[in-house]
């Protein structure tokens, strides 16, 4: 596979369990790490030991050429919705990054304040009216930050594990939000971060050490809880489970843009959830991104969701921790 010997039973053995190699190298080796330095026993401990700090396998089984590597992390998992996982296993290197961020960031974050006990879907959605317009997705990143409730994007994961598109856990009583879908629109970041919240906001989180996980937030919901959180998302981001918008047919993206323009107006909601509820009801994901476009709502929310953690970042992080943090959250420490 073209590794140099001294590393080639480590990354073969890390990539059995979902870590690549290009991961490893951008995100937990140290930065001046070169594959021929591990043809030195102590050199090669240096990057075990990096491995071990940062994906929580033991020492001695990465030092173990014939020891095989598992994480542990699945029986923790409760998983909300899967399109395409059968087996949560599937989701571990995802999961192990999104918790290894949890730790590091509960070390490396200004103080916030407390997590109230108690907060509902209402009094968050009046909470974000009360300073602005409408609930968008700068609406509901000033929400969860002033409720002490932590929120990354993660920028890079392992090429073999299977990914989710949003996370919700508790690290040292705290809640964390986690979002790695794709896409820069504000109002597909915002629909995935209420999704996440409700679920916070809801205590579906049962236990200090569970990660709740969303494979696939747009396809339709089969339990209880899943049905629960939808109409509380709804709920907090235009007033209501779903617009009062008859969407029979397929529409134009400008006749969308139009309509969606002058609803949102009126239930003080961003015009672009409103095209979102037009896509996942009718399945027309096209038409929908379309209409982004026209109402300029198409880009910027990466880069939004980063400024407010760099924001709450201290400025004496250590070297490992930047190192790591960076890679996975593309952010500059």
């Not at 996982?85 to 916030?112: F, H, T």
């Not at 932590?150 to 508790?170: E, N, S």
């Not at 038409?287 to 004496?316: C, K, S």
Request: proline content about 4%; some cysteine.
């Amino acid at each position: 596979m073209g590794y140099k010997k001294g590393m080639k039973d480590l990354y073969e053995r890390l990539s059995e369990v979902g870590f690549d190699r290009s991961f490893l190298i951008k995100t937990v080796l140290p930065d001046w790490w070169d594959d021929s330095l591990a043809e030195n026993p102590a050199d090669r401990a240096i990057a075990e030991f990096a491995v071990a700090r940062q994906l929580g396998f033991s020492l001695e089984s990465l030092s173990d050429p014939n020891s095989g590597l598992r994480l542990e992390l699945a029986e923790h998992c409760r998983l909300k919705r899967s399109k395409t996982v059968k087996d949560v296993r599937e989701l571990a290197p995802a999961m192990a990054v999104a918790r290894r961020i949890s730790q590091l960031l509960a070390k490396s974050l200004k103080q916030l304040p407390e997590f109230p006990a108690d907060i509902t879907q209402s009094e968050a959605r009046a909470e974000i009216l009360r300073r602005e317009n409408q609930v968008d997705l700068r609406g509901l990143l000033d929400l969860c930050w002033g409720l002490g409730i932590v929120v990354f994007h993660i920028a890079r994961l392992p090429k073999k594990t299977k990914k989710f598109q949003g996370i919700a856990m508790t690290c040292e009583g705290r809640p964390y939000i986690g979002l790695s879908f794709g896409s820069d629109s504000p109002p597909w970041l915002a629909f995935h971060l209420a999704h996440e919240l409700c679920h916070v906001l809801l205590k579906h989180l049962t236990g200090p050490s569970e990660l709740l996980v969303d494979e696939e937030i747009t396809q339709g919901a089969e339990d209880e809880q899943e049905l629960e959180t939808d109409e509380a998302a709804g709920n907090l981001l235009i007033g209501r489970d779903r617009p009062d918008i008859d969407f029979i047919g397929r529409w134009k993206p400008d006749e969308l843009a139009r309509v969606a323009t002058a609803y949102a107006a009126e239930c003080n909601a961003n015009v672009g959830s409103i095209i979102l509820y037009y896509g996942k009801e009718r399945g027309d994901w096209t038409t929908a991104q379309l209409a982004l476009r026209i109402v300029g709502e198409h880009t910027g929310a990466l880069q939004m969701i980063r400024n407010y953690l760099q924001r709450n970042l201290i400025d004496d992080i250590p070297e490992t921790t930047a190192r790591f943090l960076s890679g996975v959250l593309q952010i500059d420490i």
